[in-house]
Every structure is written in C-alpha cells, then in structure tokens.
C-alpha cells in the first residue's frame, strides 16, 4: 500500500472540498496542488478529480437536505417546492447545453496559463467593483426567486466554462447584479451546484470509466470522502462569514493567486498544460 500516494489523494480531495464552493476556482487550484504533489498521470488524475467533485456536491445534498426532500415532496402541487426546483432546471439549462454543445471547444482554446490567470485577476476586479457598486435588493429569499431570476444566474453561469472563472463566483456575483441578496445568491450558487455538477461528473464518469480498477478504489474513496467533509464545512463557513462580512477578501485572494499563475508560468514552475 502507498501511503505517500493515500495522503496526496487525501490532500487533493481537502482541495477540491474547500475551493469548489467558493468564489476563487477549483481548477486552478487543483491544477497547482496535482503538479506539486506530482500526482497521478493526466488521464487517471481526470478521473480522479470527477469523483472529488461528486463527493463535494454530495455534501450540498447532504446540508439542503431537508429542503430538498421537501421540494421533491411537493412537486406535484404549486408552491414554494415546486418553485424551487424548476428554477434549478432553467438555470442549469444553459451551461450544460453550452458545455456539451462547446465545452472541449473552449477548454482546448482557452485552457493556458495567460487566460487562467486573466480570469482569476479579472474575476477578483469584478468581485471588487460588485461589492462597491449599489446593490439594490429585489430577490431576498430564495422563495422570492422566479424562473426569469433563474435562468440570469444560469446565463452568468456560462462564463465558468473559461478556466479560472469559477462558477460559483460566476453564479453568486452574477445573482447579486441581477438582484439577489448575497445571501440568497450563495444559497442558489450552491443548490445549481447539483444538477450542473451532478450532471457533468456523471457524464464524464462514463466516458472514461475505462480507465478504473480496482488498484484507483482505495486512492479515489479517500478523495472523495476527504471532499465531501471539506465541502460542507466550507459551505456552512461561507454562510457563516457573509452574515457578517464581503466577498472583498475573496477577490484580493482572486488577484493574488492570478498573479501567481503567471509567475509560475513565466518560470517554468507549473507545467499547467499537460
């Protein structure tokens, strides 16, 4: 058994936990931690980061559960249930057609150091600007939002298909500029988070499902666990922090982490192309 290789899965999958729901990337940070750790080869290190991204979901499944059942228990009748989950379907729609229809398109051009780094950097200066900006609230709730809401956040959710963007950034600064409180931005941030991410790691797990055995089983379970623990205490963190605070730090750590794309592009540190 290698240890050393359980702890980089154990690492990874703490990673992808605390980034994912988070306004800064998961990608880029996972594309970082993989390089510096020396972990897994391209193919089985794709895989392996499908699963971590289950196990994150997983864990907003996991906190929204109760509202969830109730949604699916209501679903037949109209009301707040319903509501909640056709919004969730017209927001979704959006980036999984555009990702399925464009998404290796955009990945192949787009998928380089100097674009990374523009959209960490340009991202944290939009985080900034919509923090300064007014911000007029007309969805406090998330009972409050209706499908022409919905599908905006949806559209904003596109741009999350450029690496670096994030899509929970994309998501909740989009819903605060269409409107949302921040709060009810972060909560749909997180709820879209399942049926894109569910979606898409399901879809990917099958296509490259080949290249599993049973050696992966021990290395992935650690990951995927580690994720989904990392996952919910960032979730009920971030609630937490914006009761009280901005999303101001998110975006000085945005610039800096741009920064560093491009310093270690320019040296040769991070091969972030494989």
Known sequence: MDFLLLFKSLVMGVVEGITEFLPISSTGHL???GHLLGFLD????DVFEIFIQLGAMLAVVWEYRARLIGAVSQ????GPGRQLLINLMVAAIPALLLGKLMGEQIKAALFNPLTVAISFIVGGVIILWAEKRQHTVSVATLEDLSPRDALKVGLAQCLALIPGTSRSGATIIGGMFFGLSRQAATEFSFLLGIP?????SLYSLFKH???LD????????????ASFIFALIAVRALLRFLVSHTFVAFAWYRIGFGLLVLLTAYTGWVQWTD
């Open 209 to 211: 499902w080949h290249s």
């Open 214 to 225: 049973q050696n992966d089983l021990l290395v992935f379970g650690i990951g995927f666990v």
């Open 31 to 33: 594309i970082l931690t």
């Open 196 to 200: 894109v991410l569910g979606s898409a």
């Open 75 to 78: 679903a037949g009748q109209p």
């Open 42 to 45: 391209k193919e089985k290190r």
